[in-house]
């Protein structure tokens, strides 16, 4: 209830008067049942308004500190998150990718539409990066469709280190559902996972029209931050 009134009554319909996104291809996402919205990831305003133009309930894997914070602008972020439909989950790895893994399976063992970010992280320089394995792994368990999504000028609208975004049109490219079902019961196999997120990640660049490069935005954050320091 609390998401259908900040999406549908409260938040939802000023976000969308003033920022006015124009979207192709919803008529893409099924009606009903488990499927994976795996996205290009710019700006942190991309959790929010995807979430917005789809009809169905969107969730999205965020990272748990956005639900730990103190005081007031910590209860403020976890219930902004929480308004949007969005799941803690550990990035730390290990058991705790495992987790995230399984939370993202349950979402979609239920039926329901799961959002996520191939890239792992905001792109650094709206770039696209070489995608990680973990969403092939979790639509092979599941079974699911993938569908791939651009998020356009959403960095613009709001880049990183921002606060409060500036007030433009963004866009939303939805794209047509991608089968991997010829590698069912193969999603042990790293190579497999590989191929598939390759796959997933060309069709998300044709959308988005972003320049690729293939490695891991999380390395190039890494490297840009060790020569600050």
């Known amino acids: 209830m609390f998401y259908w009134l ?10 969308l008067a003033v920022f006015r996104p124009w979207v192709v291809g919803l008529e893409n996402i099924p009606k009903e049942g488990g499927v994976i919205l795996a996205s290009n990831h710019l700006s942190f305003i991309d959790s929010v308004f995807l979430p917005l133009v789809v009809s169905r309930r969107v969730v999205f894997l965020a990272k748990s500190e956005y639900f730990t914070g103190k005081g007031l ?5 976890r219930q902004f998150f929480k308004a949007t439909g969005q799941l803690p989950i550990d990035r730390s790895g290990g058991k705790a990718s495992e987790d995230s893994l399984n939370t993202g399976l349950r979402v979609l063992g239920s039926g329901g539409v799961l959002g996520i970010y191939p890239e792992g992280t905001r792109s650094p320089d709206a770039k696209m990066y070489r995608g990680r394995t973990g969403v092939a792994r979790m639509l092979l368990e599941a079974e699911v469709p993938v569908i791939p999504v651009a998020m356009i000028d959403t960095e613009k609208a709001m880049p990183t280190g921002t606060r409060i975004p500036k007030v433009r049109r963004i866009g939303i490219v939805i794209g047509k559902p991608l ?51």
């Open 6 to 15: 900040m999406k549908n009554i409260v938040i939802g319909p000023l976000l």
């Open 73 to 77: 602008k910590g209860w403020a972020t």
């Open 179 to 229: 089968d991997f079902s010829r590698f069912d019961g193969m999603e042990g196999d790293r190579f497999v996972l590989r191929s598939v997120t390759d796959e997933l990640m060309y069709e998300l660049q044709a959308l988005s029209r972003q320049e690729y490069v293939d490695v891991y935005a999380t390395s190039v954050k890494e490297k840009r931050a060790s020569l600050i320091r």
